[in-house]
């Protein structure tokens, strides 16, 4: 049953801590999109990757935010230091191409107090 | 500028009545379209996508959309509405000239016994 697997689910966490996500792509598949969801805004478009290179980062805060992929098989976004407007809701899709759907994760729910 | 637009945030209908969700893209040239659904805590699920192949798309749990370049929209409807219907709903572009997937502001389905 291939999924795309987002750790941790929920995390908790004090204002200026370093937060990191971590998302498992289903494998095979060669893009990788983040994606913040908040009520206010909606669903958001982070970051996304097609073959492990960065192609468009430009929703992403870039004093404080990063994302990256080690390798083909794990990406990851990172907050530091994290702040109360990080709130949200993260979620980590991949696909096979651009005319693909992508496959959500389950996200990762991030509370900053 | 907006790539896709949801008309109504929010729509209650009765069980068993039509469901109409609306969905407009500003693009010259047909992108490619999604609809995805999603249940409370849960990631984003594909229920159609349209990839310039038959503009009448049928997707899953009775679901279908149609694709209109005239009109831009790329409705989704049901016939029937189920209490299991109740959930958000969004509607995704690709546009032709970009990678990205970018999604609409999302519409919440009632559906009242």
């Known amino acids: 049953d291939a999924r795309v697997t987002q750790t941790p689910r929920d995390k908790v966490t004090e204002m200026g801590q370093e937060v990191t996500m971590r998302c498992q792509p289903i494998?095979?598949?060669?893009?990788v999109f983040w994606y913040r969801q908040t009520m206010m805004q909606g669903l958001e478009l982070l970051a996304y990757?097609?073959?492990?290179?960065?192609?468009?980062d430009s929703g992403m805060p870039k004093d404080r935010f990063s994302a990256e992929m080690p390798d083909a098989t794990l990406a990851t976004l990172k907050i530091q230091p994290s702040e109360p407007r990080d709130s949200a809701v993260y979620f980590c899709?991949?696909?096979?191409?651009?005319?693909?759907?992508?496959?959500f994760g389950q996200g990762t729910r991030l509370t900053v107090v | 500028a907006q790539s896709v637009t949801q008309l109504g945030s929010h729509v209650s209908v009765s069980e068993g009545a039509l469901v109409l969700l609306r969905c407009n893209y500003s693009?010259?040239?047909?992108?490619?379209l999604f609809w995805y659904v999603q249940y409370p805590n849960q990631g984003l699920q594909l229920l159609l996508k349209y990839t310039s192949a038959a503009t009448l798309v049928k997707g899953i749990n009775g679901f279908e959309a149609e694709f209109k370049k005239s009109e831009t929209s790329f409705h989704l409807t049901k016939p029937s509405a189920h209490m299991s219907d109740a959930a958000e709903y969004f509607c995704a572009v690709i546009l032709y000239n970009n990678n990205d997937m970018r999604f609409g502001a999302g519409t919440r389905l009632t559906v009242k016994p």
């Open positions: 494998l095979g598949h060669n893009t």
């Open positions: 693009s010259s040239v047909p992108p490619y």
């Open positions: 990757f097609r073959n492990r290179a960065p192609l468009d």
């Open positions: 899709a991949s696909g096979w191409d651009r005319a693909t759907e992508a496959f």
